[in-house]
Structures are given as structure tokens and as C-alpha cells.
């Protein structure tokens, strides 16, 4: 059975630090993401790495301040996040992918409960 559990999440203030964890479990992915939803918003795009090359890709809005990375030994993915901005308040959901998997939401087989991060102004 494959399971996504994160971990890592918090109230911080602006300008402040989290890092986010997801362990997998039940089977290894050609793809591991994080994504974000935000009251009222559709589900977003944040990080992507590939498992076995370590290829990673990240979204505009948090390039520079935000790091995706993996254990592979731990079979975990790691975010983390940097010079946090209000704005950055969200679900974060962990997510896994099968194939060599994109940006897209439908691009992924297996999602995490999602962990809430909060960012005081």
C-alpha cells in the first residue's frame, strides 16, 4: 500500500524558515513533487524532482527561496523553504508520480493529507 506522509509544517513569521518532509512508502516513484493550495485557489505547482537522476524543477514564485531534495536511502523528499512571504500560506501537498512526471496536478498517481504552513506578516 503506498502511503505519502509530510511533516514540517508550522506558523512562522515573514522572512523565516520551514522544511517540509514527505516519507514513501509501499513502492519507489519515477517522481516526487511538492504542490500547494491556498484558501479559494486552485492546487499549485511548487517543486518536482526526478528520483533516480535528482533532476529537479521549481515555480517562479518561490525560485531562490525554496529547495527541493531527496534521500534516497530514507526514501523521503524534502522542501525546503526559505524567506518565507505571507503569501506563501498554504496546504502543502506531497505528491508521487509513476512516470517522469510534469507541473501538472493530473500528472501524478498518489498525493500526501497536506500540511498546513502559515506565514505571519
Known amino acids: 500500500q503506498v502511503q505519502l506522509v509530510e511533516s514540517g509544517g508550522g506558523l512562522v513569521q515573514a522572512g523565516g524558515s520551514l522544511r517540509l518532509s514527505c516519507a514513501a512508502s509501499?513502492?519507489?516513484?519515477?517522481?516526487m513533487g511538492w504542490f500547494r493550495q491556498a484558501p479559494g485557489k486552485e492546487r499549485e505547482f511548487v517543486s518536482r524532482?526526478?528520483?533516480?537522476?535528482?533532476?529537479?524543477s521549481i515555480a517562479d514564485s518561490v525560485k531562490g527561496r525554496f529547495t527541493i531534495s531527496r534521500d534516497t536511502a530514507e526514501n523521503t523528499v524534502y522542501l525546503q523553504m526559505n524567506s518565507l512571504k505571507p503569501e506563501d500560506t498554504a496546504v502543502y501537498y506531497c505528491?508521487?508520480?509513476?512516470?517522469?512526471?510534469?507541473?501538472?496536478?493530473?500528472?501524478?498517481?498518489?498525493w500526501g493529507q497536506g500540511t498546513q504552513v502559515t506565514v505571519s506578516s
Open positions: 524532482i526526478r528520483w533516480y537522476s535528482g533532476r529537479t
Open positions: 509501499g513502492r519507489t516513484f519515477e517522481s
Open positions: 505528491a508521487a508520480g509513476r512516470l517522469r512526471s510534469g507541473v501538472g496536478v493530473d500528472d501524478y498517481d498518489y
